[in-house]
Antibody
Framework: QVQLQQWGAGLLKPSETLSLTCDVYGGSFSNYYLHWIRQPPGKRLEWIGEIHQFGDTKYNPSLKTRVTISADTSKNQFSLRLRSVTAADTAVYYC????????????WGQGALVTVSS | EIVLTQSPGTLSLSPGEGATLSCRASQSVGRNYVAWFQQKPGQPPRLLIHGASSRATGIPDRFRGSGSGTDFTLTISRLEPEDFAVYHCQQYGDSHFTFGQGTKLEIK
């Protein structure tokens, strides 16, 4: 059973860097995409970006200049960094793993509330 | 950026009834790459449908996705009590993935 466990700082000041990690347990899979998605309070889900198994990344153009998604495949660990945060970055952040192996699967982290406040 | 508009905003139905949720895109979605997610309060979303009409592993067959181009539909037949939740559509046919604003399915 694949499980995703997220962790990282939940309270930041403006201009700081958001740093979250997503550990993936319990399965082996290939040709996967690991996404980061956020949900600001009362707003729609927003896609932040993705990293493919082979390291290719793709980012939301509105966040591209501030965001980095990386992976340590030896540890099945994925990271999100978002620089120069403002109050507008306050949201619940999720990691989401998508892969197909006959059927297609989507697994989510539990979510992490990140609040940006002075 | 492809803007997705979901309708209705809220749908009030009774268990046992059928539900039809709509997702309209501001331009054609490449390869009909549309996904549907279910989200309950305090929980992450759950993937239901990918590629407009393919159910994710473990999703009951009362959930059906359809559509192409700019118009996509999620149909839920024979609503169960656990189906009452918020439903989000997402397009991933463009290099910038986007979500709809959600449809809340509530018990009448």
């Amino acid at each position: 059973q694949v499980q995703l466990q997220q962790w990282g700082a939940g309270l930041l000041k403006p201009s700081e860097t958001l740093s979250l990690t997503c550990d993936v347990y319990g399965g082996s899979f290939s040709n996967y995409y690991l996404h980061w998605i956020r949900q600001p309070p009362g707003k729609r889900l927003e896609w932040i970006g993705e990293i493919h198994q082979f390291g290719d990344t793709k980012y939301n153009p509105s966040l591209k200049t501030r965001v980095t998604i990386s992976a340590d495949t030896s540890k099945n660990q994925f990271s999100l960094r978002l620089r120069s945060v403002t109050a507008a970055d306050t949201a619940v952040y999720y990691c989401f793993l998508f892969y197909c192996d006959g059927g297609c699967h989507g697994h989510w982290g539990q979510g992490a509330l990140v609040t940006v406040s002075s | 950026e492809i803007v997705l508009t979901q309708s209705p905003g809220t749908l009030s139905l009774s268990p046992g009834e059928g539900a039809t949720l709509s997702c309209r895109a501001s331009q054609s979605v490449g390869r009909n790459y549309v996904a549907w997610f279910q989200q309950k309060p305090g929980q992450p979303p759950r993937l239901l449908i990918h590629g407009a009409s393919s159910r994710a592993t473990g999703i009951p067959d009362r959930f059906r996705g359809s559509g192409s181009g700019t118009d996509f539909t999620l149909t839920i037949s024979r609503l169960e009590p656990e189906d009452f939740a918020v439903y989000h559509c997402q397009q991933y046919g463009d290099s910038h993935f986007t979500f709809g604003q959600g449809t809340k399915l509530e018990i009448k």
